[in-house]
């Protein structure tokens, strides 16, 4: 008896495998006289400037700063390593302003993709290497969370899709 209760915790023990690290993300807000100088010098001025925030965030061994403003009414947020160096800007558009040509192929590409979906978000990323794609976020109905990220060329070709971990907003899950 001993030794099937040795047996089956040894196996018990190889099934679990090995421990997983899962490492958190913590965001915090920064005021304006404890943000680092590469920010308060990347921080466009003028009236269509509203609603300036400074963020770090540490997601294990890693810290990031993020920069977040609205220009004419329009969210932007801006991402940079933390010895200054720009990782990515993005910037909130409407699904509607892209040419019809774009909103198609998108669409065909999410219809295709999902049963039944949202568009909850769409942005205009460009990254460290000035490449410009079109992140559309999607709320729909499969698991884990019901919220994806896929992004797109300017002409509408799909490029990625990242199932977002934690979601923000309500999803169609």
């Known amino acids: 008896m001993k030794m099937l209760v040795t047996t089956a915790l040894i196996f018990l023990a190889g099934c679990a ?8 993300t913590t965001d915090k807000t920064l005021r304006a006289k404890d943000a680092p100088g590469f920010l308060l010098k990347a921080t466009p001025k003028g009236a269509a400037i509203d609603d300036v925030e400074y963020f770090i965030k540490k997601t294990g061994d890693v810290v990031t700063y993020e920069l977040k403003y609205e220009e004419h009414g329009q969210e932007v947020s801006v991402h940079y ?19 019809q040509t774009v909103q198609v192929l ?4 999410l219809d295709q993709r999902f049963k039944k979906y949202r568009i909850e978000e769409t942005e205009l990323r460009t990254t460290e290497d000035h490449k410009e794609l079109i992140d559309v976020e999607v709320s729909h109905d499969e698991k884990p969370t019901g919220l994806s990220e896929l992004s797109f060329t300017l002409t509408g070709e799909f490029v990625s899709e990242e199932v977002e971990s934690m979601p923000q907003i309500e999803t169609l899950n």
């Open 17 to 24: 495998g090995p421990e997983k690290k899962v490492s958190s």
């Open 81 to 99: 390593t933390d010895a200054g160096k720009l990782i990515e800007k993005e910037k909130d558009i409407k699904f509607s302003s892209l040419s």
């Open 106 to 109: 998108i669409r065909r590409h």
